[in-house]
């Protein structure tokens, strides 16, 4: 069955400092992919989505991801976090022309210190 | 934002009551879905809809139920509401291109 690793639970950086969150996902077929962030008492928000073409893909708020289909990763960065950027991020997974359904990972809670 | 709101915001109930959650969407969208998020396991399936009166099972459907009579309206039912079911539970639509969005979240406990 398809699945979708956070290996990070919690992760804290300095404001200014560089951000990737890892994440992995079990797939046989062309996957669909996504990061959703989630505030405090929120709901989720879509950051980017990978469906095809260039592997590396922007997102909203300065971030990144990239698609590595040899490492069945889609790790997302940030170059410099802001302290509004504390929060709990979401990767996961749609099956291309398949299932309708997204799984999701655990998610990582990101702390920021000043 | 998408159009997509859940009600109530938050609810309190006893064991054994029945309990009603609905989602409504302004968009349109065919397909709809109920999540539970629990600390530890990110978001998970509890049931979807891909029409009017077309709905499935997630991976976590024991124990609710949902109806869906009208393309905008999307309820969710506990039958008997047991204190496993305390979860903040989020409604979402899917466009055409599989973005998913999502509603606020309705914070339930079950005493």
């Known amino acids: 069955a398809q699945s979708v690793t956070q290996p990070d639970i919690h992760i804290t950086v300095s404001e200014g400092a560089s951000l990737e969150l890892r994440c992995n996902y079990s797939?046989?077929?062309?996957?669909?992919l996504f990061w959703y962030v989630q505030s405090p008492g929120q709901g989720l928000q879509l950051l980017l989505k990978?469906?095809?073409?260039?592997?590396l893909v922007q997102g909203i708020k300065g971030f990144e991801a990239e698609f590595k289909r040899s490492q069945s990763s889609f790790n997302l960065r940030k170059p410099s976090v802001h302290w509004s950027d504390a929060a709990e991020y979401f990767c996961?997974?749609?099956?291309?022309?398949?299932?309708?359904?997204?799984?999701f990972g655990k998610g990582t809670k990101l702390t920021v210190n000043p | 934002d998408a159009g997509i709101t859940q009600s109530p915001r938050h609810k309190v109930t006893e064991t054994g009551t029945p309990v009603t959650l609905r989602c409504h969407q302004t968009?349109?969208?065919?397909?709809m879905y109920w999540y539970r998020q629990d600390p530890g396991h990110g978001l998970r399936l509890i049931h979807y809809?891909?029409?009017?009166?077309?709905?499935d099972k997630g991976e976590v459907s024991d124990g609710y139920s949902v109806s869906r009579s009208k393309t905008e309206d999307f309820l969710l039912t506990l039958e008997s509401a047991t204190s496993s079911q305390t979860s903040v539970y989020f409604c979402?639509?899917?466009?055409?291109?599989?973005?998913?969005?999502f509603g606020p979240g309705t914070r339930l406990t079950v005493t």
């Open positions: 996961a997974v749609v099956n291309e022309g398949g299932s309708e359904k997204l799984v």
């Open positions: 797939y046989g077929a062309t996957p669909y």
């Open positions: 990978y469906f095809s073409g260039d592997t």
């Open positions: 968009e349109n969208h065919r397909y």
């Open positions: 809809s891909y029409g009017v009166k077309d709905t």
């Open positions: 979402a639509i899917k466009d055409p291109s599989y973005e998913q969005y």
